[in-house]
């Protein structure tokens, strides 16, 4: 019997203006900051010497903005996949936590004990997606 290996890199975008603040960002889909791109490259320069096969990725554009530079290493296609999307935070999107917890107390004390189970205020939950 033959044993195959399947090694799996998972990688969160680059840095967007919403990452840096620390503010939720599911469905608002911000460019990178010029440090996300210079991320994205090191990623590349650091990763394709390994043995690619594919290369999936979210179809939001802070995703595909990372992913670029090692396709473009590696002569591969991006497989986009609707499935890695983030989930949407609802009235969240673009507050920090410390605004979330001031304006919508209950829900985030929910959300931060079982993301699964409880959304964000008007978004979705964890198991939705």
Known sequence: MKVVVLTLYFL????TSFSRANAYCGELDPP??????AMAEA???HY????WQA???????????????LCDRLGLQM????????????????LSPEEVNAK?????????????WNA?????????Q
């Not at 990178?32 to 791109?37: E, I, M």
């Open 12 to 15: 969160r975008h680059g840095q």
């Open 79 to 94: 497989q986009i996949r609707d499935g890695l999307r983030e989930i949407h935070y609802g009235q969240w999107e673009g």
């Open 43 to 45: 990623f590349a320069e």
């Open 55 to 69: 290369v999936f990725v979210s179809p939001m554009v802070r995703a595909r903005t990372t992913a670029q530079p």
């Open 48 to 51: 394709a010497q390994l043995s």
């Open 104 to 116: 919508f107390h209950d829900d985030y004390v929910r959300w931060l004990a079982d993301p699964g």
């Open 32 to 37: 990178l900051t010029d440090a996300g791109l």
């Open 120 to 128: 964000p205020t008007g978004g979705e939950r964890g198991i939705d």
